[in-house]
């Protein structure tokens, strides 16, 4: 019996810690989308995250690119080192040390929200438990609490777009080709259907005037007659704008996403609104939840791991929409595919995922990952995850090199999408609303 005794501690003695944590900028091409603020810069900016045990395995994450994000990682990146993978809570309070300068002890959330620290966590957390699949040898779903369902469901993302990136020849132009008018929208939607088989449909909206996107919707719901829509104009619209157009979205919309640009609009809107109304920008920390139920602002939330704080922040925010009545569905960004599949990892074990989530990966073409974007084969609009344990994925070094060169040489450091628009409209000013 002793000798089992000491065999067993000596099992757990050479439990793995972490030995190295690796964070590499880089940067992918990103066609010239239209939003509110302006239009996509030429590349877009990640941070890929490697955090790796003594026994050789390497956990991925994927995080923003952007200087400010850099930093944080920076500073709590050696702070991890000789932890174990399965100490979550170990994890935030150091990242609480490094990031916020202070111990990790339960805080009440701050009412203001705290995405630097919430991001940097979350980078973190994700190639944790990307290690704690691999060394359970379980997928990472079952990590977090088992499925609920076999696919995700992501949606369409439609975008006014440029045919190219102006003032830049080397870069060659995206084969989506222009989408300005209702005709190339629709165009544009049925090739999203037809190549990934969507069966919801979003419109990145505040480009042009409210009416004449709304026609744009209107064109393509005749052209795809049930299917689910929903417009995102980002907060350009004001609560006037708001009151007047909302007629005009009986029975076309699903939900109406972040039409004004703060909690207390969104409060005004919730008063005369006849649809659900969505949120992944007045409502994006757990601080914000306590004034958006007592506004009634909100009826679905659009999480997102990457700034709640992680994927189990995640799970709990679904909580939260099973406790207040808020329907859950998923924001994106421009993304690779270590978030995709973090994305539908979690995706999976939500019971209350209301709505089919965002996804920026149709308009990507390169990836980080081991095997590219065949890890990514998307059924009817839904999304299994990549097989194996842990993420499913690995990460290719030849690619990571690309790409990290790709950030050393593009010169970009912040997301600036009204500075690019400038090049095409030297006048233009990114104030919102814009109508």
């Known amino acids: 019996m002793k000798r089992s005794i000491a065999g067993a501690a000596a099992t757990v003695s050479r439990r793995p810690r972490i030995a190295d944590v690796r964070v590499t900028p880089i940067a992918f091409r990103d066609p010239p989308l239209l939003n509110v603020v302006g239009v996509h810069e030429p590349w877009a900016l990640r941070s890929i995250i490697e955090v790796e045990t003594d026994d050789g395995r390497i956990g991925l994450g994927e995080s923003y690119g952007?200087?400010?994000?850099?930093?944080?990682?920076?500073?709590?990146?050696?702070?991890?080192?000789?932890?174990d993978p399965f100490d979550l809570n170990g994890l935030t309070a150091k990242v609480y040390e490094a990031v916020a300068g202070q111990p990790f002890a339960g805080q009440t959330f701050p009412p203001a929200g705290d995405k630097a620290l919430a991001s940097a966590i979350a980078a973190f957390e994700v190639a944790f438990l990307d290690l704690q699949g691999q060394i359970a040898d379980r997928p990472l779903y079952e990590i977090l609490g088992g499925a609920v369902r076999e696919r995700v469901a992501y949606s369409a993302y439609l975008f006014y777009k440029f045919k190219q990136h102006k003032d830049d020849p080397g870069y060659p132009p995206d084969d989506w080709g222009e989408a300005l008018t209702h005709a190339q929208m629709v165009d544009q939607t049925r090739r999203m259907v037809e190549e990934y088989g969507f069966g919801s449909i979003k419109l990145k909206a505040g480009v042009f005037e409210p009416d004449f996107e709304i026609d744009t919707l209107r064109a393509i719901a005749k052209a795809f007659p049930g299917y689910p829509l929903r417009i995102d104009p980002n907060g350009g619209w004001s609560v006037e704008t708001t009151r007047r157009l909302m007629p005009k979205f009986?029975?076309?919309?699903?939900y109406l996403e972040d039409p004004v640009n703060s909690l207390d609009e969104a409060g005004e809107v919730a008063k005369f609104s006849t649809l659900p109304l969505a949120t992944n920008m007045v409502t994006v920390?757990?601080?914000?939840?306590?004034?958006?139920?007592?506004?009634n602002a909100m009826q679905v939330i659009l999480t997102d791991h990457h700034y709640w704080g992680?994927?189990?922040?995640?799970?709990?925010?679904?909580?939260y929409g099973r406790t207040f009545g808020l329907g859950i569905s998923m924001h994106s960004n421009s993304h690779l595919g270590i978030s995709l599949a973090a994305m539908t990892h979690v995706g999976l074990t939500i019971p209350n995922l209301a709505y089919a989530c965002d996804t920026h990966y149709p308009w990507q073409v390169e990836e980080v990952v081991e095997g590219g974007r065949a890890n990514f084969r998307f059924e009817k609009g839904a999304l299994a995850p990549p097989p194996g344990p842990g993420l499913g994925v690995r990460l290719d070094r030849a690619a990571l090199a690309t790409l990290h060169k790709q950030y050393v040489d593009c010169g970009i450091r912040k997301r600036d999408d009204a500075k690019e628009m400038r090049k095409y409209r030297p006048d233009w000013k990114s104030d919102r609303p814009r109508f």
């Not at 009986?250 to 699903?254: A, Q, R, S």
């Not at 992680?310 to 909580?319: E, I, K, V």
């Open 66 to 83: 952007d200087l400010e994000t850099l930093g944080n990682l920076a500073r709590a990146q050696k702070q991890l080192v000789g932890l």
């Open 250 to 254: 009986e029975g076309l919309l699903e």
């Open 285 to 295: 920390a757990f601080g914000h939840i306590p004034k958006t139920v007592r506004l």
């Open 310 to 319: 992680g994927l189990r922040a995640t799970q709990t925010l679904a909580h």
